[in-house]
């Protein structure tokens, strides 16, 4: 199994950090940026076509609770079971930039910031 280490290109378009992720770690996902079966996810089409290495770098929504596709109903609730905040996240990344959130995630050893 893999060890949680600082990695910015292991922050997910939508914020979460992979580098924490139990699957990641147990190398059975290959992380958000790597993941080409993840065509379903609205966020990695958007910020791939946008060409954002997350939706920190969106200029169009200053709060990604404001955009559709970030924060929509199922992101809510999955949001809510998970106590999974990653609005903070995005938030986050712009404070501190891609590699300072990468740092803190790993840090925490979590993949989310908590509500």
């Known amino acids: 199994m893999k060890e949680i280490v600082a ?15 139990g699957a990641y770690l147990k190398e059975k996902y290959p992380g958000c940026h790597d993941n080409m079966k993840a065509s379903w996810c609205k ?13 920190a770098e969106c200029r169009e929504f200053s709060d990604s609770k404001e955009c559709g596709k970030y924060h929509n109903f ?10 999974s905040d ?3 996240c ?4 712009r404070q501190k930039g891609t590699e300072g959130h990468a740092r803190e995630m790993a840090a ?8």
Do not use: W
Request: aromatic share 10%.
């Open 7 to 21: 990695d910015s290109k292991l922050v997910a378009y939508c914020g979460l950090y992979c580098g924490a992720c």
């Open 43 to 55: 966020v990695r089409a958007c910020c791939l076509a946008a060409g954002y290495s997350s939706c």
């Open 74 to 83: 199922i992101s809510r609730i999955f949001g809510f079971v998970l106590r």
């Open 86 to 88: 990653r609005s903070a």
């Open 90 to 93: 995005i938030a986050q990344i």
């Open 108 to 115: 925490s050893g979590r993949q989310t910031m908590r509500p």
